[in-house]
């Protein structure tokens, strides 16, 4: 029988009302994976627990197992990151990672490589590193590590070789060549930029993202062919994307 008492590090996602100053909170753990469990007292001044809620805050939980809902009962803050909060596209950025780590998750299914990743790209966000760049990047690795990556390194239906520009097919899972993009219905167009931006996304660790030189019209393509895989495959359209929406608008 599995004990009722463990411990993890992890990762707040988001956290809403429960009963009274109850929140539950959604953690990405590097030992269990996704966690929801019910936090008391959070409303309630001097609260113990109200740090290891706040966005994305690494910390050392230590909980209880219940039936429904685990039992957040302890928390040591590791690592906050103040500097997303003093800037409203870095905390856009990182509420879409969270949301999009909460929605393509399961609970029980640790990823310590995806935990990892999800830690330093909140690092990357808060030292100053494009939103977009980041975002794209671990959007990129989350898909490979749920096994859905889209097809980038040839064409997804004829299987010849990418160059000049290339299209999305969702159906097709990737990108198509010339030939055969051009054979079908209208398509999102990938350029040969964009497509090498997504190369580089793919095999540059997170620290050295800041060193990517590409332009914004690439990056805004990266985004939204990866924005529709999202769509299509998994059927996700997040919250955040509204406001980033509206950032871009002010902008």
Request: one cysteine or more.
């Amino acid at each position: 029988m599995p004990t009722k008492t463990y411990n993890a590090t992890g990762i707040t996602l988001m956290a809403r009302k429960f009963r009274g100053s109850e929140r539950v909170v959604t953690f990405y753990t590097r030992e269990q994976g996704k966690v929801e469990a019910a936090a008391a007292g959070i409303g309630k001044p001097g609260s113990s627990l109200a740090g290891a809620v706040e966005p994305f805050t690494v910390s050392r939980l230590f909980l209880v197992r219940g039936r429904n809902l685990d039992r957040l009962t302890q928390a040591q803050v590791l690592e906050a990151f103040p500097e997303l909060a003093a800037r409203l596209e870095a905390f856009g950025y990182a509420a879409w990672l969270a949301e999009l780590t909460a929605r393509m998750t399961e609970p029980g299914e640790a990823a310590p490589e995806l935990f990892d990743r999800l830690r330093e790209s909140l690092r990357a966000l808060a030292a100053g590193t494009e939103g977009p760049v980041v975002a794209a990047a671990y959007a990129l690795a989350l898909l490979e590590a749920q096994g859905l990556a889209p097809i980038l390194d040839r064409c997804a239906a004829c299987g010849r070789e990418l160059t000049g520009a290339s299209w999305y097919d969702g159906a097709a899972g990737g990108l198509l060549c010339a030939d055969c993009g051009a054979a079908g219905a209208a398509r999102t167009q990938v350029t040969a930029g964009a497509r090498g931006l997504l190369h580089g996304l793919r095999r540059l660790p997170t620290d050295r993202l800041r060193t990517l030189r590409a332009l914004p019209r690439e990056t805004a393509e990266v985004l939204t062919f990866l924005r529709q895989h999202l769509e299509y495959h998994l059927g996700l359209r997040l919250k955040s994307e509204d406001f980033l929406r509206e950032l871009r608008q002010e902008e």
